[in-house]
């Protein structure tokens, strides 16, 4: 899967399964909680929906509080978890 339609997917589980009011387009540089209003609670409930839908396997003591800092970063750690359970 591509970034855009990796990014197409985050913004398809923030509007239905986070049930978001207004999701714009995302871009690279929103960030979740400022920007989207994901708080900590979504944000966790995010990374479930990740593991679920991209088949991702998320290990809890490696996740980085910076990795929800923008939408950009949040791709850049998919990528690696994708990159890590192809090797």
């Known amino acids: ?13 923030m509007a239905g399964k986070l049930q978001l009011a207004e999701v714009p387009p995302l871009q ?6 400022e920007d989207l209003c ?9 990374l479930v929906w990740i593991e679920v ?3 991702l396997r998320i290990p809890e003591e ?3 509080p910076g990795v929800f800092s ?7 750690y998919m990528e690696g978890l994708q990159s890590a359970s192809h090797s």
């Open 1 to 13: 899967m591509n970034r855009a339609a990796t990014m197409e997917g985050l913004r398809a589980l």
């Open 38 to 46: 994901i708080d900590s609670l979504m944000m966790l409930q995010l």
């Open 28 to 33: 690279e540089a929103h960030r979740l909680n």
């Open 70 to 76: 923008t939408v950009g970063t949040l791709l850049d």
């Open 53 to 55: 839908e991209f088949g």
């Open 62 to 64: 490696e996740v980085d």
